[in-house]
């Protein structure tokens, strides 16, 4: 049920990035249009996109953290036993909740300065829709985190899961061809005829 719901969430997210990008397309494009050709434009359209674009950068943040799609290297971690892959995964999440914790700090701090202050163009309230991101953001990843470490201390995580970077597709299929190629050479006998 759980699952459920979290994969919900996240299908819901992903759907919202999507209309977070079509929204500007249609915006910025539409400006321009209006612009050059008819030597006017949508006078919101610059701050829209503006806020779409910060909201859509934080929306995907999760999403990718959600997927460990986020750069790193796992050139060291990944070489260690299974009590130091499990030791490192916890201490990164501990050190990302920290850093989420600040975060939302400055967020909230952010907000609440910013909330009587009105964006020139739309006359919305900068703190609820320019720095709230940040809290939202904030909440989502500390949920991902803290659901991170329970798993991790629970032990419901296997090894290959500890490893937080996920390759990206292009070193993956290289990878696959590279270990077809080698299974191949290896079945082949000296003389280059299968045995």
Same mark, same amino acid.
């Given at each position: 049920?759980?699952?459920?719901?979290?994969?919900?969430?996240?299908?819901?997210?992903?759907?919202?990035?999507?209309?977070?990008? #079509?929204?500007?397309?249609?915006?910025?494009?539409?400006?321009?249009?209006?612009?050059?050709?008819?030597?006017?434009?949508?006078?919101?359209?610059?701050?829209?996109?503006?806020?779409?674009?910060?909201?859509?950068?934080?929306?995907?943040?999760?999403?990718?953290?959600?997927?460990? #799609?986020?750069?790193?290297?796992?050139?060291?971690?990944?070489?260690?036993?299974?009590?130091?892959?499990?030791?490192?995964?916890?201490?990164?999440?501990? +050190?990302? +909740?920290?850093?989420?914790?600040?975060?939302?700090?400055?967020?909230?701090?952010?907000?609440?300065?910013?909330?009587?202050?009105? #964006?020139?163009?739309?006359?919305?309230?900068?703190?609820w829709?320019?720095?709230?991101?940040?809290?939202?953001?904030?909440?989502?990843?500390?949920?991902?985190l803290?659901?991170?470490?329970?798993q991790?201390?629970?032990?419901?995580l296997?090894e290959?899961?500890?490893?937080?970077?996920?390759?990206?597709?292009?070193?993956?299929?290289?990878?696959?061809?590279? #270990?077809?190629?080698?299974?191949?050479?290896?079945?082949?006998?000296?003389?280059?005829?299968?045995?």
């Amino acid at each position: 049920m759980i699952t459920h719901v979290v994969n919900s969430y996240f299908r819901l997210l992903r759907f919202f990035i999507a209309g977070c990008l #079509a929204l500007m397309v249609v915006l910025v494009f539409g400006n321009v249009v209006l612009r050059y050709a008819f030597n006017s434009g949508i006078t919101v359209s610059e701050e829209l996109s503006r806020w779409l674009f910060v909201w859509l950068t934080f929306v995907g943040a999760i999403v990718a953290l959600r997927d460990h #799609a986020h750069l790193g290297m796992d050139s060291i971690v990944s070489r260690l036993p299974p009590w130091g892959k499990k030791a490192c995964f916890i201490v990164s999440n501990v +050190l990302m +909740l920290y850093c989420v914790y600040l975060f939302f700090a400055g967020s909230w701090a952010q907000t609440i300065i910013n909330l009587d202050n009105q #964006a020139p163009a739309t006359g919305l309230s900068q703190g609820w829709f320019y720095y709230s991101v940040g809290i939202f953001f904030c909440i989502s990843a500390a949920g991902l985190l803290l659901r991170n470490l329970w798993q991790a201390a629970s032990g419901k995580l296997a090894e290959q899961d500890l490893v937080q970077v996920r390759e990206s597709e292009d070193d993956a299929e290289v990878e696959r061809i590279y #270990a077809q190629s080698g299974d191949a050479a290896e079945s082949r006998s000296p003389n280059g005829t299968k045995p």
